[in-house]
């Protein structure tokens, strides 16, 4: 789907001033909600370590050429869980092994023998370290200490020369385990990295820059220079949308199991940010709308049987995978159509309150319930932070100021929908 300047969109003043709160409070939650340093530190040595006992384990006939993380880590996009309680994050790995495991697991039963040597194999492991263990249809999960979550998916090399970042293709048992699908992990996030890097048309760049520089620049603890923050620009956008999920379903009874799936709302994400970020916009608040709005319109809605509808968005990066899958019951998506409705109206409460400069009261009323209790802390927290550190910087006579060079738009690419022209 494509869309250009002559399209309708909703009209939206948006101030150089607004969009650099914005862009400052989203860069604020998002750093809440994600690892710090030290737990990401923490967590790739965990796994990596438990990588390199499983290339030499004999249960998988040291077929396994390495262990990476797939989707939200290296996206950019991870959050905390959905679980207010846990305080371990998850994270999704690919345990790869070389071509010639399809002659070994490739017969009848052999996706079903393939989930069972990974299960034994991360069994001793999780028992040698005094590890939690899960089995699940197509991947086995280990729980290190602190609660985080890693869960370990098999994926036999077989790379396709028709598909965008095919060298990296694989095969992965079915939920099955009878035969084996086309999957991409590595593809797919190539494909949304090729999609953050197309940089948003911005009007009012230099006053954007200079407003986003004074409030960082009072801060004790200050957020990245601006330029860092614009070329990320997607990847917060998810986290966004990821933690307004969390908050909407976390209180429903059952709301995990009614939750879109992060494939699914990470996939809308870079597609509406693909086809929208050439557009020119007022700051990232206003392109932050415009890729909301668009979400609902960027997968394919076909009636079925008795008034049903089956949901479909492709996976560019594998063969007949259906991202939208996951969401073909009623119930969730009926919640998916009910969260994008919350979704806009909590945007347009942030909106009012930032633009018309309502104090922060407004504002930390229209954070939490729009992306709950911690990111409303978040902003009280820093709020703090940048008034002792304006006092600071009035002591000292510091003058506040800076410029930006002009944002011009990378050439938009076709992965997740993007324009062709």
């Keep these: 789907m494509n869309r250009d300047d002559n399209l309708h969109r909703a009209v939206r003043t948006v101030s150089a001033a607004a969009s650099a709160r914005f862009t400052y409070l989203a860069e604020a939650i998002a750093r809440a909600f994600e690892p710090t340093s030290t737990q990401l530190q923490d967590l790739e040595r965990a796994y990596n ?14 077929l396994v050429t390495h262990v990476h993380a797939q989707g939200s ?61 899960e089995r699940w249809e ?3 999960t280990l729980i290190y200490a602190g609660g985080m979550r890693a869960d370990f998916a098999p994926v036999i090399d077989d790379p396709s020369l028709t598909l965008p970042h095919g060298e990296h293709h694989g095969r992965i048992p079915d939920r099955d385990r009878k035969n084996f699908l086309s999957t ?19 009007r009012l760049s230099e006053a954007l820059v200079a407003n986003f520089r004074q409030a960082r620049k009072a801060d004790v603890e200050p957020l990245p220079e601006a330029d860092e923050v614009f070329a990320r620009l997607l990847s917060r956008f998810v986290q966004l ?23 699914f709302l990470t996939s809308l994400f870079a597609k509406a940010y693909a086809i929208l970020a050439p ?21 394919h809605r076909e009636v079925v049987e008795f008034g ?24 969730r998506q009926r919640g998916f159509l009910q969260w994008h409705a919350k979704f806009v109206s909590d945007l347009e409460g942030v909106l009012a309150a930032v633009e018309g400069n309502q104090g922060l009261d407004a504002v930390t009323k229209a954070v939490e319930k729009a992306f709950g209790r911690r990111a409303a802390q978040t902003v009280v927290q820093r709020n703090a932070l940048r008034r002792d550190g304006n006092r600071a910087l009035q002591r000292a006579g510091f003058v506040v100021a800076g410029t930006m060079p002009v944002v011009t738009p990378a050439r938009a690419h076709t992965y997740f929908g993007g324009p062709t022209k």
């Design 184 to 202: 991409n992990p590595k593809g797919y996030c190539l494909g949304f990295d090729d999609a953050a890097k197309v940089t948003p048309r911005l």
């Design 49 to 62: 370590a438990t990588g390199d006992y499983l290339i030499d384990c004999a249960e998988l006939g040291r």
């Design 73 to 133: 880590r290296p996206m950019g996009t991870i959050v905390r869980p959905m679980d207010a309680k846990r305080e371990g994050f998850d994270i999704d790995l690919v345990v790869r092994l070389s071509k010639a495991a399809l002659t070994r697991y490739g017969g009848p039963g052999g996706a079903a023998l393939l989930i069972e040597h990974l299960y034994v194999a991360l069994k001793r492991y999780a028992d040698r370290h005094g590890l939690e263990i």
């Design 138 to 140: 197509r991947c086995v």
């Design 241 to 263: 949308g990821k933690v307004h999920r969390n908050m909407a379903f976390a209180e429903l009874p059952g709301g995990a199991d009614l939750a879109p799936a992060s494939v």
């Design 308 to 331: 049903r509808e089956r949901w479909t968005l492709m996976n560019l990066f594998a063969h007949a995978d259906n991202l939208a899958a996951s969401m073909n019951t009623a119930a």
């Design 279 to 299: 557009q020119p916009h007022d700051g990232p608040l206003d392109l932050f709308f415009d890729i909301v709005e668009l979400l609902p319109t960027l997968f």
